[in-house]
Each structure stands twice: as structure tokens, then as C-alpha cells.
């Protein structure tokens, strides 16, 4: 990143931000989390869309820290539940409640054979200058939802996504084989691609 050695990621989830300091680590770019900034409260993401709620994020953080923010929405889109969670992935079950969201996936897809537990996982980000002006970009991965969960790592919905390709669940991988694949290191790795270019 030309003259840019500093973003601010818009989570409050512990485990994106683990993701994305691994992400831009090699880049040389210092990552600050909402953690630095607690005079940031609640952000509703009341989008219709991935995007919309990326952007709702990172605008709320830019123009209080005056700095480049990088807001990330993901989630799960499920075939055999037509799509769901998708956006309401956080609260599917409870309130950022990842045990709760993972029972109820089971229970939902109870009696769905493996063949027919296909899903996406989706991420956008958005980056966003101080001044508004935005780049986005997206990442998808496909799997399957397993019947029962499987390792230890990660966080979210990862206990419960099959990689067929690794013979893993995402919680079965190492931080470096996730990012490597995942909806998130992809989306990153394009923003990486495109960011000189584009500030
Ligand atoms: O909005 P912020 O503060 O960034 O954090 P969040 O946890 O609310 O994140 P989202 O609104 O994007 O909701 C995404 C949901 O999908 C889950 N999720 C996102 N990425 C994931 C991943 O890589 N592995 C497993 N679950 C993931 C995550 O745990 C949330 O329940
Ligand atoms: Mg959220």
C-alpha cells in the first residue's frame, strides 16, 4: 500500500480481526480494531445486502477516526435453506451467539443427506477513504455442512463447514491453511491486489 501504512478494521468479532492482522501482517500494515476506539457504539446493519451493511459499518467508523476503514459483512448461504442465514448469519439463532447459530443449523438441516448440505460462505468488504469514497470487493468458498461438528480452530459457523478439497472442516485448519481458501483471505487478497491502484 503506497503511502497508507494504517487501517481500521470495523468488527467486533475477535475472530475476523485475528484473520485480518494475518492477512495484512506481511503487508506492513498496522491494523486497529473498534477495540482502539470505543467511543464507536452500536452500528446497525439493517442493509438488504452484504454490501450495504459493509458500507453502513465502515462509514459510521471513518467518519469518527478519520482514518481508512475496512468493514467486513459475511455469512452462510445454505442451498437446502434457500439461502439462509445469509445477512442475518449474526443473529440466525441468538444474538452473536456462534453455539446457538450451530444448533440451530443442525436442527434445520436434520434428515438433509451430505450431498444435498451445500453452502457458501460469502464476505464482502468494503474499504473506505475518510472521505467517503469506497472500494469493494467480495470472496466466496464452498462446502458442505457436516453433520457434526469438527475441530477446534477458528470461529462462527467453521465447526460446521466441510472443505471436501482439504478433507477438513475450517476448524480442523490452521489460521494460515483458512485464509489461504476462505471467503475472507479472498476478498482480501483482491484488495490487496487492487488497493495501490485505487487510493
Ligand atoms: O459485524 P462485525 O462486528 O464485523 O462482526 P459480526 O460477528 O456481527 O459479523 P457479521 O455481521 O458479518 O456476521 C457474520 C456471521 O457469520 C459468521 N462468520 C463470518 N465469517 C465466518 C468465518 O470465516 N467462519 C465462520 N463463521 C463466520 C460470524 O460468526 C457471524 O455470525
Ligand atoms: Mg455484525
Known amino acids: 500500500m503506497a503511502n497508507h501504512d494504517q487501517i481500521v478494521v470495523a468488527t467486533k468479532n475477535a475472530g475476523k480481526l485475528r484473520e485480518f492482522q494475518k492477512l495484512f501482517a506481511p503487508k506492513q500494515i498496522a491494523v486497529s480494531s473498534l477495540k482502539d476506539y470505543p467511543q464507536v457504539g452500536e452500528i446497525a446493519e439493517n442493509g438488504l445486502t452484504f454490501e450495504e451493511n459493509a458500507t453502513l459499518k465502515a462509514k459510521a467508523v471513518a467518519q469518527l477516526t478519520n482514518l481508512p476503514v475496512l468493514a467486513d459483512d459475511s455469512g452462510l448461504e445454505v442451498d437446502a435453506l434457500n439461502g439462509r442465514p445469509g445477512i442475518f448469519s449474526a443473529r440466525y439463532a441468538g444474538d452473536h451467539d456462534d453455539a446457538a447459530n450451530n444448533a440451530k443449523l443442525l436442527s434445520e438441516l436434520a434428515g438433509v443427506p451430505m450431498e444435498k448440505r451445500t453452502a457458501t460462505f460469502h464476505t ?35 465447526p460446521l463447514f466441510w472443505v471436501a478439497a482439504k478433507q477438513k472442516s475450517l476448524a480442523e485448519m490452521t489460521p494460515e491453511e483458512k485464509n489461504a481458501i476462505s471467503h475472507r483471505g479472498r476478498a482480501s487478497q483482491k484488495l490487496l491486489t487492487e488497493f495501490d491502484e485505487w487510493w
Open 124 to 158: 464482502t468488504l468494503v474499504l473506505m477513504k475518510p472521505e467517503g469514497e469506497k472500494l469493494v470487493v467480495d470472496g466466496e468458498l464452498k462446502g458442505q455442512i457436516l453433520l457434526v461438528p469438527r475441530g477446534e480452530n477458528g470461529f462462527g459457523y467453521d
